[in-house]
T-cell receptor, first 112, second 115 residues
């Protein structure tokens, strides 16, 4: 069964460092998303991406965050200068049409 | 704005007993509704979805959910719990837009299954 692949599974970084989380969506999917889950809290929407541009973003997705689809297969989330409160599990998801999302296993980010 | 409320952050059931997880939503337009399951150290896996077809939706692993518009509910049930059902369950709502599908999640319900 096709799946969304995320790397790394766990990253530890120092506050202020840049982090790039990578995702390989399902190949025929057109919509891409990032969500995050801070430990013990709800899964929160960050951003959606369609047709090579951001289609919607949440209040969380400030100037420290950016997304990119550098080639035909990868979808990345960059955090320019990490803060302690960025520590969370980050989930990538993709969908063929605007209905059912398939999520990856997540990338756990720990900011020290 | 849409929102989801899951009643009970933790539920404990005996193996073989009924599992009932409650979800209420609010949405300004007809919603799409979903249940996802998260096993320890894993991602979110779709259990089932409601997208304006039949109101009783059957999903994987013996789970089903019923959409009740009058009650704005989408409760998840399984007649007989299995040890492997121990996980966290998330209800989610979306309003399908032209450029994708943003999900709003509930707070999750962690299910413990006792032998």
């Amino acid at each position: 069964e096709p799946e969304v692949t995320q790397t790394p599974s766990h990253q530890v970084t120092q506050m202020g460092q840049e982090v790039i989380l990578r995702c390989v969506p399902i190949s025929n999917h057109l919509y891409f998303y990032w969500y995050r889950q801070i430990l013990g809290q709800k899964v929160e929407f960050l951003v959606s991406f369609y047709n090579n541009e951001i289609s919607e973003k949440s209040e969380i997705f400030d100037d420290q965050f950016s997304v990119e689809r550098p080639d035909g297969s990868n979808f990345t989330l960059k955090i320019r200068s990490t803060k302690l409160e960025d520590s969370a599990m980050y989930f990538c998801a993709s969908s063929e049409q605007a209905q059912v999302l398939t999520f990856g296993a997540g990338s756990r980010l720990t900011v020290l | 704005a849409q929102s989801v409320t899951q009643l009970g952050s933790h539920v404990s059931v005996s193996e073989g007993a009924l599992v009932l997880l409650r979800c209420n939503y609010s949405s300004s337009v007809p919603p799409y509704l979903f249940w996802y399951v998260q096993y320890p150290n894993q991602g979110l896996q779709l259990l089932l979805k409601y997208t304006s077809a039949a109101t009783l939706v059957k999903g994987i692993n013996g789970f089903e959910a019923e959409f009740k518009k009058s009650e704005t509910s989408f409760h998840l049930t399984k007649p007989s719990a299995h040890m492997s059902d121990a996980a966290e369950y998330f209800c989610a709502v979306s309003e399908s837009g032209a450029a994708g599908n943003k999900l709003t999640f509930g707070g999750g319900t962690r299910v413990l299954v006792k032998p």
